[in-house]
């Protein structure tokens, strides 16, 4: 993730508690939380996604 999200066994009730009382308290922490999530965001658009799809689909055909 990066550092933009927290991480969270889903088990663990205490875990979320703590993870969404941050979240509701800590204005510092939510705003680096945004930021990094931008961030990640950026990395990623459809038109990559589609040619990284159209590279493994061509090399599945090629070893079939």
């Known amino acids: 993730s990066d550092g933009a999200s927290l991480e969270i066994d889903p088990d663990d009730a205490d875990g979320w508690a703590r ?3 941050t979240l509701a308290t800590d204005d510092s922490e939510r705003a ?3 930021e990094a999530g931008h961030h990640r965001a950026s ?8 040619q990284d799809h159209a590279k493994v689909f061509a090399e599945l055909r090629a070893s079939g």
Not at 43 to 50: D, E, G, I, L
């Open 32 to 34: 680096r939380l945004v």
């Open 43 to 50: 990395m990623f658009s459809w038109n990559r996604s589609a």
């Open 19 to 21: 993870a969404l009382s």
